[in-house]
């Protein structure tokens, strides 16, 4: 299957700080890719939808300006989480679709688990 | 708004036990994927289905899509405790963004 890598696996930070995620498709091009966040024992939750040379679409409820993600190109997109709040802590997951249509699984990345004290 | 309900949502079991994970909506999809989660990784894909009455095996799973493509199962024969983890299904709309709609998943815990 298709490879998306996405670094780092941990990270740590200070309240206030802001703290970049990266994903990467490592062996197909993708003009989409997604953010999810996942709370313990929970399914994903979509956050918004990476869209390669424009803006990125949010979820209701997300705060774009707290989520700032950027697909700078056709294999990676970053998420930064802004002045972060330990309420931020979570597990965030990058997803991306190598086929166009609804026939093309998704590929995640391995996740990121943000700690923020 | 297309919603994928999905039961149970907790199954804890004796190893050698066979179980049976629902997914199920009221939209017609695509297509439905179902994912295997272990803690503290992303999720890995498992089978996508696609047409209607679709029968799908990998080793002792079974996965089948609903003939109106409306629904899916994952039967698991004979549960192994390498078997426990978070079960996902998820279905494309076809949609032009093709975001994934993810049902709630069933956590599963196989005993020895």
Redesign the interface.
Known sequence: ?AV?S?HPSRVICKSGTSVKIECRSLDFQAT?M?WYRQFP????M?MA?SNEGSKA?YEQGVEKDKFLINHASLTLSTLTVTSAHPEDSS?Y?C?A?PG????????????T?LTVV | TQLLEQSPQFLSIQEGENLTVYCNSSSVFSSLQWYRQEPGEGPVLLVTVVTGGEVKKLKRLTFQFGDARKDSSLHITAAQPGDTGLYLCAGGGGGSQGNLIFGKGTKLSVKP
């Not at chain 1, 024992?41 to 994903?44: D, E, F, I």
């Not at chain 1, 166009?100 to 996740?111: D, H, P, S, V, Y």
């Open positions: 299957g998306v996405q989409t997604f024992k929970k399914s994903l979509l939808t679409t597990f997951i997803s679709r166009a249509g609804g026939r093309a699984e998704a590929f995640f990345g391995q996740g688990r």
